[in-house]
């Protein structure tokens, strides 16, 4: 059974950083795609990055670009997300998402975590 274990959210101001973490189980994804997305309170899930199989290739939402940084370590099974330079419009629940896919081209995840809060105070 896959399993994808965010953690690393929590409360923080604005400016300051915040490092997720995506733990997977259940089956290897160093051939797959990764990435992460949010959702904020009554809106609709977003896209945030992702990073291809082999780390080559990384993609950003472009509020983000710049501020936030995808990670993957394969031979751990994860996949990280640095957050720096928060806003408050970045408040949201964070959800990891595996896909099935080496690249995202044309692609959607197959795999979600259950999200980590993340809340940027003003």
């Known amino acids: 059974q896959v399993q994808l274990v965010e953690s690393g959210g929590g409360l923080v101001q604005a400016g300051g950083s915040l490092r997720l973490s995506c733990a997977a189980s259940?089956?290897?994804?160093?051939?797959?795609?990764m990435g992460w997305f949010r959702q904020a309170p009554r809106k609709v899930r977003e896209f945030v990055a992702a990073?291809?199989?082999?780390?080559?290739?990384?993609y950003y939402t472009d509020s983000v670009k710049g501020r936030f940084t995808i990670s993957r370590d394969n031979a751990k099974n994860t996949v990280d997300l640095q957050l720096n330079s928060l806003k408050p419009e970045d408040t949201a629940t964070y959800y990891c998402?595996?896909?099935?896919?080496?690249?995202?081209?044309?692609?959607?995840?197959?795999?979600w975590g259950q999200g980590t809060q993340v809340t940027v105070s003003s």
């Open positions: 998402a595996a896909y099935t896919t080496p690249t995202i081209y044309r692609s959607d995840p197959r795999y």
């Open positions: 259940g089956r290897s994804f160093s051939n797959y795609a």
């Open positions: 990073i291809e199989w082999n780390a080559g290739i990384t």
